[in-house]
Protein backbone atom coordinates (compact mmCIF):
# COMPACT_ATOMS: atom_id res chain seq x y z
CA UNK A 1 0.00 0.00 0.00
CA UNK A 2 2.50 2.68 0.80
CA UNK A 3 4.77 1.87 -2.27
CA UNK A 4 1.39 2.58 -4.39
CA UNK A 5 0.99 5.59 -2.40
CA UNK A 6 4.46 6.39 -3.23
CA UNK A 7 4.17 5.84 -6.78
CA UNK A 8 1.09 7.69 -7.33
CA UNK A 9 2.62 10.71 -5.58
CA UNK A 10 5.38 10.51 -7.53
CA UNK A 11 3.33 10.93 -10.61
CA UNK A 12 1.20 13.34 -9.92
CA UNK A 13 4.56 15.17 -9.06
CA UNK A 14 5.99 14.53 -12.45
CA UNK A 15 3.05 15.65 -13.98
CA UNK A 16 2.63 18.81 -11.87
CA UNK A 17 6.68 19.38 -12.89
CA UNK A 18 6.28 18.76 -16.96
CA UNK A 19 2.67 20.70 -17.16
CA UNK A 20 4.82 24.32 -15.82
CA UNK A 21 7.58 22.95 -17.76
CA UNK A 22 5.18 23.29 -20.69
CA UNK A 23 3.89 26.12 -19.64
CA UNK A 24 7.24 27.91 -19.50
CA UNK A 25 8.34 26.26 -23.01
CA UNK A 26 5.81 27.86 -24.97
CA UNK A 27 7.79 29.52 -27.53
CA UNK A 28 9.45 26.44 -28.61
CA UNK A 29 9.30 25.89 -32.94
CA UNK A 30 10.22 22.55 -34.05
CA UNK A 31 10.25 24.07 -37.84
CA UNK A 32 12.13 27.00 -37.25
CA UNK A 33 14.70 24.66 -35.51
CA UNK A 34 15.12 22.15 -38.45
CA UNK A 35 15.70 25.40 -40.83
CA UNK A 36 18.43 26.14 -38.58
CA UNK A 37 20.12 23.04 -39.28
CA UNK A 38 22.59 22.26 -41.91
CA UNK A 39 20.93 20.63 -45.24
CA UNK A 40 22.61 17.33 -44.93
CA UNK A 41 21.48 16.86 -41.31
CA UNK A 42 19.43 13.69 -40.98
CA UNK A 43 16.47 15.36 -38.81
CA UNK A 44 16.05 17.75 -41.65
CA UNK A 45 16.25 15.31 -44.87
CA UNK A 46 13.99 12.88 -42.62
CA UNK A 47 11.22 15.70 -41.70
CA UNK A 48 11.23 16.85 -45.45
CA UNK A 49 10.92 12.90 -46.57
CA UNK A 50 7.87 12.72 -44.39
CA UNK A 51 6.65 15.86 -45.88
CA UNK A 52 7.01 14.01 -49.69
CA UNK A 53 5.65 10.42 -48.28
CA UNK A 54 2.23 12.47 -47.72
CA UNK A 55 2.07 14.45 -50.95
CA UNK A 56 2.33 11.16 -52.53
CA UNK A 57 0.32 9.65 -50.69
CA UNK A 58 -2.48 12.15 -50.99
CA UNK A 59 -2.14 12.00 -54.60
CA UNK A 60 -2.12 8.49 -54.75
CA UNK A 61 -5.41 8.57 -52.77
CA UNK A 62 -7.18 11.39 -55.18
CA UNK A 63 -6.10 8.79 -58.50
CA UNK A 64 -7.94 5.86 -56.49
CA UNK A 65 -11.16 7.65 -55.70
CA UNK A 66 -11.36 8.46 -59.08
CA UNK A 67 -11.21 5.12 -60.83
CA UNK A 68 -13.38 2.74 -60.45
CA UNK A 69 -12.66 -0.32 -58.27
CA UNK A 70 -10.64 -2.77 -59.37
CA UNK A 71 -13.73 -5.51 -57.68
CA UNK A 72 -15.70 -3.41 -59.91
CA UNK A 73 -13.80 -3.79 -63.34
CA UNK A 74 -13.44 -7.53 -62.83
CA UNK A 75 -17.02 -8.20 -62.43
CA UNK A 76 -17.97 -6.15 -65.44
CA UNK A 77 -15.46 -8.43 -67.88
CA UNK A 78 -17.39 -11.21 -66.24
Known amino acids: MGKKLLLGGGLIGAAFAARRCASHCGGFDFEQMLERMPKNSP ?16 RILEL ?4 PDAAEKAHRAA
Open 64 to 67: LEHE
Open 43 to 58: PKWMFRNINAIRENTE
